[in-house]
């Protein structure tokens, strides 16, 4: 899939609506990392919030006007995108953006879209500790992920956590925030794997094994692992983002680990990223997420054909249609297009304060993971599942959790 990443010279384009007069049209900004180590997974989200622009102009538009994509490339550059992040509000006068995934890339354009008022939908399961008037956060926050999966390991008897990530602000908050709630349940702080890093006073200021973006050398850490769940009793948090997930997967099946001696919950891999991965080496690992696509709904079912029937006549360059999935991610975006089109229909303007005005007072959207509704906090109250992957890369639900309200902020909250 990464050798089939199109270069960034092609997308920094209008890729619809080019003929329209401006008033006919709303410029709405995608801001995404098309090259680059980030590309494996960012490169879906482009391709889904084109589908659902598509999806909408077909429809009639929001409130009269075509929808008018801008393109731009992060480039898994974290200043760039600060720097596209103006672009799009200074000179291409967006009225909303839906963009980023890594927190770095968020945080980077965070001042931006405060400074100059503007919007950013952002759809990718984060650390929390976070909330803008700027930034709408539709993606999973850490009690829509990290802990229903610590609390279904938990149930499952599992005893040992060993805390893997990559080294950015997003793994490295969530697992001090993963640490305190291990604690709290009352498991030990020497059945805490990956170690710690503490400061003068001696309290823990970090909390598990990181590595680079990028990454390719998971060997001694993967015998680090095996050592470490020769118990029997032990699973393994994973944060790990991007392409580095293949050779830490790869090294991981080469070591004779599995699900059943082993098991990962990743909370950055799904079934896009499986796309990349040996999905039949990892049968019966585990995700958590607010979608998947093997949901059985009416909704899911229509988002599912109607994608793969826009993919098939798409015109985008570069884009990939061969054996492509869903994801939450991709679902995650395309639910804020629908609550954006919402709150301005409901505010009957796309001025952004108008806007963030309607989002917090409440919309809703029946979408491909069931209903999301937004909150005066700027997160989402939404389904949560657990899965559970399988040798077609595709997970199997196994556990639910109904209308999860999101909390950004856990710190200091476990007993």
């Known amino acids: 899939m990464i050798s089939k990443l199109i270069p960034s010279a092609l997308v920094a384009i209008a890729l619809t609506g080019a003929s329209l007069n401006a008033e006919e049209t709303v410029k709405v900004g995608v801001l995404h990392s098309l090259s680059g180590t980030m590309a494996i997974s960012e490169t879906s989200l482009r391709d889904v919030l084109l589908f659902t622009f598509d999806e909408i102009n077909a429809a009639g538009g929001v409130m009269g006007k075509k929808i008018e994509p801008v393109v731009v490339d992060g480039a898994?550059?974290?200043?760039?995108?600060?720097?596209?992040?103006?672009?799009?509000?200074?000179?291409?006068?967006?009225?909303?953006?839906?963009?980023?995934?890594?927190?770095?890339?968020?945080?980077?354009?965070?001042?931006?879209?405060?400074?100059?008022?503007?919007?950013?939908?952002?759809?990718?399961?984060?650390?929390?500790?976070?909330?803008?008037?700027?930034?709408?956060?539709?993606?999973?926050?850490?009690?829509?992920?990290?802990?229903?999966?610590?609390?279904?390991?938990?149930?499952e008897g599992k005893k040992k956590f060993y805390l893997l990530g990559s080294d950015y602000v997003y793994p490295q908050t969530t697992n001090l925030v993963l640490l305190e709630y291990l604690l709290s349940k009352g498991v030990p702080i020497e059945n805490i794997g990956g170690g710690f890093t503490k400061d003068g006073t001696g309290k823990i200021i970090s909390a598990g094994k990181y590595t680079p973006f990028g990454h390719t050398d998971y060997q001694q850490i993967v015998s680090e692992i095996k050592q470490f769940c020769a118990s029997g009793d032990a699973c393994i948090i994973s944060t790990l983002n991007g392409d580095t997930n293949v050779p830490f997967f790869k090294e991981y099946a080469a070591a004779g680990l599995t699900a059943e001696?082993?098991?990962?919950?990743?909370?950055?891999?799904?079934?896009?990223?499986?796309?990349?991965?040996?999905?039949?080496?990892?049968?019966?690992?585990?995700?958590?997420?607010?979608?998947f696509q093997s949901i059985k709904s009416p909704e899911n079912a229509k988002f599912i054909k109607s994608f793969q029937a826009w993919l098939a006549k798409s015109t985008v360059p570069g884009i990939v249609k061969e054996g492509r999935?869903?994801?939450?991610?991709?679902?995650?975006?395309?639910?804020?297009?629908?609550?954006?089109?919402?709150?301005?229909?409901?505010?009957?303007?796309f001025e952004v304060e108008k806007v963030i005005a309607a989002l917090e007072s409440g919309v809703s959207f029946d979408g491909p993971g069931g209903t999301v509704t937004t909150q005066k906090n700027h997160?989402?109250?939404?389904?949560?599942?657990?899965?559970?992957?399988?040798?077609?890369?595709?997970?199997?639900?196994?556990?639910?959790?109904?209308?999860?309200?999101?909390?950004?902020?856990?710190?200091?909250?476990?007993?």
């Not at 999935?325 to 919402?342: E, I, N």
């Not at 109250?381 to 209308?403: L, M, P, R």
Request: glycine share 6%; net charge neutral.
């Open 261 to 291: 001696t082993a098991p990962v919950v990743s909370f950055s891999i799904s079934e896009d990223e499986f796309r990349g991965l040996p999905a039949k080496q990892l049968v019966g690992q585990l995700g958590c997420w607010t979608y």
């Open 76 to 155: 898994s550059n974290w200043p760039l995108f600060a720097e596209k992040a103006k672009q799009l509000l200074d000179q291409d006068k967006v009225s909303v953006t839906f963009g980023c995934w890594t927190s770095v890339s968020r945080k980077s354009v965070l001042p931006v879209f405060e400074e100059k008022k503007g919007l950013l939908f952002y759809p990718v399961q984060y650390e929390g500790e976070e909330m803008s008037h700027n930034i709408m956060y539709t993606a999973e926050a850490v009690n829509q992920q990290a802990t229903p999966a610590v609390d279904y390991f938990l149930a």
């Open 379 to 415: 997160h989402l109250t939404k389904n949560v599942f657990i899965g559970e992957s399988k040798a077609d890369g595709q997970f199997k639900i196994i556990k639910e959790f109904k209308n999860v309200v999101g909390e950004p902020f856990l710190k200091g909250t476990f007993k």
């Open 325 to 349: 999935v869903t994801c939450s991610p991709m679902v995650l975006s395309y639910d804020g297009v629908y609550l954006w089109k919402a709150a301005v229909e409901k505010a009957k303007s």
